[in-house]
Nanobody, 119 residues
Framework: QVQLVESGGGLVQAGGSLRLSCAASGRTFSGYDMGWFRQSPGKERDYVAA????????YYAASVKGRFTISRDNAKNTVYLQMNNLKPEDTAAYYC????????????WGQGTQVTVSS
């Protein structure tokens, strides 16, 4: 079992930046691929970014590519999402997720952290 706790959300003006953190505990963090997802009220949860267990591979949704950066520090059991040039449409609850490397889906989820971008 892996427990995930997000932090770093808040209110920011359009064009601003935030860095989300996700602290993991439980199993060996370095063996897990990690991802960030987001969900706005009335909408489905959308994929934002993912990073392989080693940090060597990163993936982004088209809507955030070039603005968001996912990274991880396996020594600290933490994954980050640096969000720059934020837009009002980035407003959502952001969720951290983990899956054992090679697994088909994300089995572990945090409780989420709210990001609100004002225009």
């Amino acid at each position: 079992q892996v427990q995930l706790v997000e932090s770093g959300g808040g209110l920011v003006q359009a064009g601003g930046s935030l860095r989300l953190s996700c602290a993991a505990s439980g199993r060996t963090f370095s063996g897990y691929d990690m991802g960030w997802f987001r969900q706005s009220p009335g909408k489905e949860r959308d994929y934002v970014a993912a990073i392989s267990w080693s940090g060597g591979n990163t993936y982004y949704a088209a809507s955030v590519k070039g603005r968001f950066t996912i990274s991880r520090d396996n020594a600290k059991n933490t994954v980050y999402l640096q969000m720059n040039n934020l837009k009002p449409e980035d407003t959502a609850a952001y969720y951290c997720a983990g899956r054992l490397s090679g697994a088909s889906g994300f089995a572990y989820w945090g409780q989420g952290t709210q990001v609100t971008v004002s225009s």
